[in-house]
Structure formats: C-alpha cells, structure tokens
C-alpha cells in the first residue's frame, strides 16, 4: 500500500500548519485576557460587552415589542429557544449587564453549544477525509468566527449546528436533514438561498421538504411567541437594510461584505475624506463595489453551470454558492463566515482554485490582526476581569481585507465548477448517465444518453 503522493503530503503539513497557527493565537488571546484583562483584537472592541448578543435577545424574548420597539429581523424561533434556554426569574423588571451577571443557565448553554459544535464538527471532518480531519476541525470549531460568535453569544452558534446537521454527512434520514434546515432558515432567514440552491442538483423533493419544515417551524414558533408575523419580519429587515449608514471606523470592525466600508467612503456620518483624502475614497467607491458585483456574477455563473450538469458538481458546492451568494449580498457579521468554510472544508485537495480557496479559510480562521493604525488607549470596564482596564485598539488589516477574501473563495471555487462541467460538456459526459435523460441537452451538439452504453459499461 502507498502512502500519499509527496504533493500531497507538502499540503497535508500546511493544513497542519494553519491550524497550529489558529491554536497559538488562541493562547495569545488568553494570555492577553490573563494579564490584560481583555479580548485583543481583532475580538470587540467593547470588553464589558461579552456574552450581551445572547442576553439582550433574551431580554427582549420576553417583550412583546421585539418587533415594533426593538425591530428585530429574527424569526420568532431565535425568541422561543431564548426563554426555554435561560432563567427566567433574572429578567423580571433588569436588563442589561446585570442579566448576565443573574442567568449562570444561559452562560452554561452557551459554551455548551460551543463544545458540541466542536465535536459534531469534528466528527463531520472524519467522516469526509481522516487525513486532513483534524487541522480542519481544529480551524473551523475554533478559528476566528466561531470564536467571535462564542464571546459575542450569538445564536448563530446554535443555527450552525443545525446547518452542519442539516448539509453535513451525519444524518442518514431526509426528514431529518430537512427539519434542521428548516431550523437553520429559522434562525437565520439569509440562509433560505443555501436551501433554494439545492435546486440546481434538481434535489426538487429535497427542497419541498426544507421549506415545508420550515414553514412548519415557523408556525410553531410565531404560535408560541405569539408575535412575528411574516410581514413584521420583512418591513423590519427592509427598514434595516435601507438605513444602515456607517458612522466611524468601528462599523467595520468585523464586517462579512464591504458594505459598512463603501457607506464609510461615501462619508454620510463620518469625515472619512478628511483622513485618507477624497482620491483614495474615490477609488474605493468605484473598486469596492465592482469586486463585490464580481464575486456575485462568479457565482451566478457557476449556478448556470450546475444547472447544466448536476451531476458534475458536489452537493456542498451548492450549499456554498447559496450560502455565498447571501452572505456577500447582505451584510450579516463577519462570523457568519463559518457557514461559508463548512463548506469549503469539505472541498478536496485538487487542482488549483480548491487549494486556494482552502488556504484563505484558513487565514480568514486566524484569531489574529496586524493593526496598522493605532489610537490612544482608553478605560473600559472588563468583563473578564472585572474591573476597569486600560484597552488598546486600532485600524486593522484584516478590516479591509476578510470581506475580498470572502469574495475571492466564492471566485475560486465557481472557476473550478465552471472548468469541471466545461470538461464534462467537452467529453461527452452525459452520454453514460441514464438516469438524467429526461434533461434538456441546452447546448448543440450534445450526444444523448442511451441505454445499451449503460450496459455495456456493466459488462
């Protein structure tokens, strides 16, 4: 029996390598806890604010102004978990950082949810390929995002459970699949494109059953909840996506897309020209926004593709342009990048725009940042320590590049989908699969399946 090919080993011990590099920056960040009393950065920039994500959404699951006073544009669902998974006597007539200090449940829940994921995730990888297995377990379940999410308290660690349970190997029943997926819109409602996406593989009855879940998910909840009705949810997330104006450099923190960025350029709330000069701004304004429009029409390409041969392109891929495709549209947090590398780890060490795309996860999952600009220190009061702390901040690389990284995957891996179905188309492939020749040929010159080829390749 022999071993891997010597490429392959070289990529083995990078992946090795990447994931060491996210375990020592991981010790830095608590070493930086130990003796600074706070979270560097890139993690928030407020140290007395951690874990708040969870509890504010749990303050507000008990108001029935979540939707008119607080405008949230979550699903009721994210409200409903929120009281089971807490003690509710904390909120009766408190809010704020003194709920935290009350309901030791919801702390507990948290980081419970944070260890599963770690082990489903890791069961998940060797399930795919024992051999790179680890590295990739170790960077997704506790590289940058889902570390971020951990001390913001964000309940898309619980949505990510059920994304992985959802498009992962580890369920065998469809039903299933579909009930987590349902989950998953649910919690995050971005996430029906990953669903829809399943459309392009012509999974017609898997798609029925997503959406069918997560009606049915739906109605639950807004029946428990008793509020959230479907047209507060879409005047919500419409007056929130209309009003979104960056007003200082900390709107892009931790961005997903260049949103925050381009609406800091333009300079509505903030003097940004005054800083960088109207000709950087300038050019950021016509750049920012092509690359954007680039990484969407890479994946719209790459969906015509699939659409085209099914067959040719993985079932994850399709989740990825779904997932991609709303995530680079809407600005949604930078840890919702996890969604995205889930997928992109389960990709395979071939070619080129895998590898690539591959190795930016990787970097997207350093819990690091190369600060080059610094502001003068300032006293906050830390969670982690108790106590007021001097914290030192400053302009990040990483602010400006994570969300073209971003985009650079979803390049990569729709120029390898497009090559391998322009392959397939080149040699013929639909010729030998029977089973979708009820498909449209869609380009001239393409020879139909026939029965007798099937055949004679069982002989």
């Excluded at 020592?24 to 600074?36: G, N, Q, R, T, Y």
């Excluded at 392009?200 to 049915?216: F, Q, S, V």
């Excluded at 969407?296 to 495709?325: D, K, N, Y």
Aim: hydrophobic share 50%.
């Amino acid at each position: 029996m022999t071993g891997p090919a010597p490429s392959r080993r070289r990529w083995l011990w990078l992946e090795y390598l990447f994931a060491a590099g996210v375990l020592a920056l991981i010790a830095k960040a608590m070493w930086s806890v130990w003796f600074d009393g706070y979270l560097p950065q890139p993690f928030f920039y407020e140290p007395s604010d951690t874990f708040m994500d969870w509890f504010n959404t749990a303050y507000w699951a008990r108001d029935d102004g979540v939707y008119d006073s607080w405008r949230t544009i979550y699903p009721p669902l994210s409200f409903v978990v929120l009281r089971l998974l807490g003690k509710g006597s904390c909120y009766a007539g408190a809010e704020g950082l003194m709920v935290r200090d009350c309901d030791w449940v919801g702390l507990v829940v948290i980081h419970a949810i944070f260890v599963l994921n770690i082990v489903l995730v890791a069961m998940t990888f060797f399930k795919l390929d024992r051999r790179t297995a680890l590295p990739r377990a170790v960077a997704l379940s506790t590289g940058l995002p889902m570390l971020y999410a951990l001390e913001r308290g964000n309940i898309l660690l619980l949505c990510f459970t059920a994304m992985l349970l959802a498009f992962g190997p580890l369920l065998k029943s469809a039903r299933l699949r579909w009930l987590f997926a349902g989950i998953a819109v649910n919690f995050k409602i971005y996430l029906i494109a990953t669903v829809a996406a399943q459309l392009l593989r012509r999974r017609w009855l898997w798609c029925e059953g997503a959406l069918i879940a997560t009606l049915l998910v739906y109605l639950l909840s807004y029946g428990v909840l008793g509020v959230g009705t479907p047209k507060e949810i879409v005047t919500n997330i419409t007056d929130y996506s209309s009003g979104f104006i960056a007003a200082q450099v900390l709107d892009i923190w931790y961005s997903v897309t260049y949103q925050p960025l381009i609406s800091l350029l333009e300079g509505q709330s903030f003097p940004v020209t005054n800083i960088v000069g109207s000709q950087v701004s300038e050019i950021g304004l016509i750049v920012l926004p092509i690359l954007t429009r680039l990484g969407q029409a890479s994946i719209l390409a790459a969906a015509a593709a699939t659409w085209m041969r099914p067959e040719v392109v993985p079932p994850h891929r399709v989740a990825f342009f779904g997932t991609a495709l709303a995530l680079i549209s809407s600005e949604a947090g930078g840890y919702t990048q996890m969604m995205v590398m889930l997928f992109v780890f389960m990709e395979s060490w071939r070619g080129v725009a895998r590898p690539s795309a591959i190795i930016i996860c990787y970097i997207l999952c350093l819990p690091g940042e190369i600060v080059i600009g610094y502001i003068p220190p300032i006293i906050r009061e830390s969670y982690f320590a108790g106590r007021q702390v001097e914290v030192e901040f400053g302009v990040g690389l990483g602010m400006f590049l994570r969300p073209g990284l971003l985009i650079t995957v979803a390049l990569c891996l729709s120029a390898a989908t497009i090559r391998d179905v322009w392959v397939d188309i080149r040699h013929q492939g639909w010729k030998d699969r029977w089973r979708y020749r009820r498909d449209w040929p869609l380009l001239p010159g393409i020879l139909h399946p026939r029965p007798h080829r099937l055949q004679g390749r069982a002989q």
